[in-house]
């Protein structure tokens, strides 16, 4: 049997086979062969949008992998920014690369100073942090004016570095902005995860050391939500890079893309779920309320993933040790027993709805003192690689500008009426 399909225009009757390629078919062949004719696909679903090279994603299977490495054995033995080298680099670093880049990364924290006194001071004083978040990385491609040369490897490097390094340094200033607290400095003795807990939560201190239990759960976190190939946020980032963008305007845009309850705020939006839920034993007529079409049982559900997300597998394990550290979550019991119903339950086996990553971080986050409102920061923190892998891997490319078509539905052509004749 040939690997390919064969599609009959049947108003002229004629035929064009399409060869069938890594699990897909040249859509450019359809548009030879049919002019005009569009695919409709809403919601990108049976859209691949790009080849990529980056994250291999199995949704049936429940597999997930960074440049061909299993996320499990990535977050049992590697760290955030060994991770975050593998994205963009393609390969593990060897240790002199990894020191390298950890000296680098490190060294490029801090930030301009006028972004602090002028930028961070303008916002409302309870503006949410994701919303502070997105401008101040636009903000950020107008003090490196010279992002905009995006022809140039080296320069994509220095600026993929600046976004890598200043990530936590943002996300801190905009939780401290806030709540009205000083800026904490970045300290360059600490790691990557260390120093943002320090410029969080620092505060008369000559220095601050978290738990380390706490420091690498959220290290694991990082690495957990560092790629996960074309999502929404993702995908934006590519169409606005598309247009030769600089990375500080295409990074905003796909954080703006992540700050929605359906992409990186569902984190946020389950534990509002579980405070409104209110006790283990409203949990049974909750979700009978879901089964009924209101509402969604957030942190369940995924576009692409009909199994168990392994993300969410891990972050449940990493729960168990920040519990033993902070104490246990109050709201586990109930999201313990919201996911023992759901999984039984065939109106969720029926639509393959399971847990996905964000149904337990929300927990460990709030049990290590985060407020509901950074928690799509720290997500943001965490999937700054894969952007920015993405964007680089898309300009090599030199990728076509985005530009999908439509389907008009809207009226044919009429005639103007003046206001004074309309009914
Ligand atoms: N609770 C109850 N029913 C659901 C849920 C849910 N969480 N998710 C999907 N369904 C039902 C939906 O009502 C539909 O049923 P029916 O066929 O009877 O109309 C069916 O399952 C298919 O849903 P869909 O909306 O067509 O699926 P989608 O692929 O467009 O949406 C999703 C994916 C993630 C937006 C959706 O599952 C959802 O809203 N989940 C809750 C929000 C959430 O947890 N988002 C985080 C996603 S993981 C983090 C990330 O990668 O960004």
């Given amino acids: 049997m040939p690997d390919s399909v064969t599609i009959t225009d049947n108003r002229t009757g004629e035929s064009f086979e399409i060869p069938i390629v890594d699990g897909g078919v040249d859509a450019s062949e359809w548009r030879n062969n049919l002019p005009g004719l569009w695919f409709l696909d809403p919601g990108f679903t049976t859209t691949a949008s790009t080849e990529s090279a980056i994250t291999e994603l199995d949704g049936a299977n429940g597999i997930l992998r960074y440049r061909g490495y299993p996320i499990e054995?990535?977050?049992?033995?590697?760290?955030?920014?060994?991770?975050?080298y593998l994205l963009i680099n393609g390969e593990l670093p060897n240790q002199q690369q990894l020191d390298k880049w950890i000296y680098d990364v490190t060294h490029h924290t801090f930030i301009h100073e006028n972004m602090r006194k002028r930028f961070y001071e303008g916002f409302h004083y309870d503006a949410h942090p994701m919303g502070m978040l997105v401008s101040a990385i636009a903000a950020l491609s107008t003090f490196y004016p010279e992002a905009k040369n995006i022809e140039d490897p080296i320069n994509r490097l220095i600026q993929i570095n600046?976004?890598?390094?200043?990530?936590?340094?943002?996300?801190a200033m905009a939780y401290r902005a806030s709540i009205g607290m000083p800026f904490v400095y970045p300290d360059n003795e600490l790691n990557y995860a260390e120093n943002f807990l320090s410029m969080m939560w620092k505060i008369a201190e000559p220095r601050y050391i978290p738990d380390p239990v706490l420091s690498r759960a959220l290290d694991v976190l990082l690495i957990l939500h560092a790629d996960h190939e074309q999502n929404c946020s993702t995908t934006a980032l590519r169409?606005?890079?598309?247009?030769?963008?600089?990375?500080?305007?295409?990074?905003?845009?796909?954080?703006?893309?992540?700050y929605g309850p359906r992409h990186g705020g569902a984190n946020e939006a389950v534990i509002h779920m579980l405070r409104d839920i209110g006790s283990y034993e409203n949990v049974e007529s909750f979700i009978e309320t879901v089964k009924g079409g209101d509402g969604r049982l957030m942190g369940f559900g995924h576009r692409v993933y009909k199994?168990?997300?392994?993300?969410?597998?891990?972050?449940?394990?990493?729960?168990?040790?920040?519990f033993k550290v902070t104490g246990k979550n109050p709201l586990l019991d109930i999201a313990l027993k919201l996911e023992e119903i759901a999984l039984?339950?065939?109106?969720?086996?029926?639509?393959?709805?399971?847990?996905?990553?964000d149904f337990y971080t929300g927990l460990i986050y709030q049990a290590m003192n985060f407020p509901m409102d950074m928690f799509t920061v720290l997500f943001a923190i965490g999937r700054m690689p894969g952007?920015?892998?993405?964007?680089?891997?898309?300009?090599?490319?030199?990728?076509?500008?985005?530009?999908?078509?439509?389907?008009?539905?809207?009226?044919?052509?009429?005639?103007?009426?003046?206001?004074?004749?309309?009914?």
Avoid: M
């Avoid at 076509?400 to 389907?407: A, D, E, L, T």
């Fill in 73 to 84: 054995q990535l977050a049992e033995h590697s760290t955030f920014l060994e991770v975050c």
């Fill in 239 to 258: 169409v606005i890079g598309s247009s030769h963008a600089d990375p500080y305007s295409s990074v905003a845009g796909a954080t703006a893309g992540l």
């Fill in 344 to 357: 039984e339950d065939d109106y969720f086996k029926s639509r393959n709805l399971y847990p996905n990553v």
């Fill in 162 to 171: 600046r976004l890598i390094s200043k990530g936590p340094t943002l996300a």
């Fill in 387 to 423: 952007w920015l892998a993405h964007w680089n891997e898309a300009i090599e490319a030199n990728v076509r500008i985005s530009r999908p078509r439509q389907v008009y539905v809207g009226p044919s052509e009429r005639n103007y009426v003046p206001v004074s004749e309309r009914d």
């Fill in 307 to 322: 199994a168990y997300d392994p993300r969410a597998r891990i972050v449940k394990d990493h729960a168990e040790e920040v």
